[in-house]
């Protein structure tokens, strides 16, 4: 793990100016549909290819650790593993088109949340959720300082957290008057469930960063919380999503904002987008230097995600039912995910 999220991307030199294409269905044979269906955790989504891959890398590993193509012989164990554990009275009820589902355990909501972002973001930019834009993305005759696709693209800020935690009882052999009261399996579960239901309640995002970095005095990752709040972040934002995972001490958290890269276009009246409207005006934006110098660094994020993990411990007075309240120790440890998506 190194010192700091910065030293996760590679250099900007070696970025080259010609960029792939944002999203590809080249691939796909002529007997794959253009469409995936996802169950998360018994929430059902019907997605475009494309809209898969303009999501945030980490994202998608998530849901398609093993890709996004997979063979058949695996969907079908995959499919026979999830009607073993279903208790529902339906399971006599698959139809034949089963076998085209991508059961993944990961939370509806958040993937609710990530697809309502996107498309608010295509039609803020665009003014259409189509993808009939190809007139914008076509190769121009551009000078070099407007060939980046930050000019022809939306870019989206993507800041993910997942957070462990561990809790530390008071020392039941003791005769401290803190130690936890009836020590059943099951207030124990309650005494996990009651931390994480209090840490689930601190959303702000860079409270616990700032926390680290000022005991660390790392002057590198306070650069990046200046940088990710000259780019679209408040410094007291709070998580668009934080969700606790089920049967587990474990908190997922995401934040996405709109990269603010300094490119605007001018628009005659009536026309409500930020992006451009036509290739034309490609040739003309206005741009903040010192913006749009921000927003290239943060360009190294696309496609590659950078991680930073730290350790944090901190004492939390917990009041169970029908019990004294006592102070029990948790050690939290966090793993932040940053990257920039382009749509």
């Known amino acids: 793990m190194t010192e700091s999220i910065l030293t996760s991307v590679p250099d900007p030199n070696l970025i080259s100016s010609t960029l792939p294409p944002i999203s590809s269905t080249s691939n796909l044979t002529s007997n794959q549909s253009s469409n995936v269906k996802l169950d998360l955790r018994n929430q059902l989504f019907d997605l ?8 945030p890398e980490s994202i998608l590993l998530c849901l398609f650790p093993n890709g996004l193509v997979l063979s058949q012989k695996h969907q079908q164990q995959q499919q026979q593993h999830h009607q073993d554990n279903q208790l529902d009275d339906h399971s006599d ?6 076998h085209e589902i991508y059961y993944v355990d990961f939370d509806g909501s958040c993937l609710a949340y990530i697809l309502k972002f996107f498309n608010d973001a295509r039609l803020t930019y665009y003014g259409s959720l189509n993808r009939d834009l190809n007139h914008l993305h076509q190769p121009l005759n551009l000078p070099p300082n407007l060939q980046s696709p930050l000019f022809s693209h939306q870019a989206i800020i993507a800041l993910r957290e997942e957070l462990e935690y561990f809790v530390i009882p008071p020392n039941l052999g003791s005769n401290s008057d803190s130690k936890l009261p009836h020590p059943q399996h099951h207030n124990l579960i309650q005494l996990k469930q009651t931390c994480g239901d209090s840490l689930l309640e601190n959303k702000n995002i860079f ?3 700032q926390k680290n970095i000022n005991r660390e005095n790392n002057l590198a990752e306070q650069h990046l919380i200046d940088m990710l709040c000259m780019s679209g972040f408040n410094r007291d934002d709070q998580w668009g999503y934080r969700s606790m995972e089920p049967k587990r001490c474990c908190i997922t958290s995401l934040g996405l904002v709109l990269l603010k890269t300094g490119i605007t276009y001018d628009h005659p009246d009536g026309i409500q987008i930020t992006g451009p409207s036509n290739p034309s005006q490609l040739l003309n934006p206005q741009i903040n230097s010192n913006q749009f110098a921000t927003a290239q660094k943060l360009l190294l994020f696309w496609r590659k995600p950078a991680r930073k993990c730290w350790w944090d411990t901190s004492e939390l007075e917990v009041n169970l039912p029908n019990q004294p ?3 029990v120790k948790l050690w939290v440890r966090r793993v932040w995910t940053l990257e920039l998506s382009l749509i």
């Open 207 to 209: 409270t616990p960063f």
């Open 325 to 327: 309240s006592y102070l």
């Open 48 to 55: 475009d290819r494309d809209d898969l891959m303009e999501l």
């Open 93 to 98: 009820q698959i139809n034949e088109s089963d």
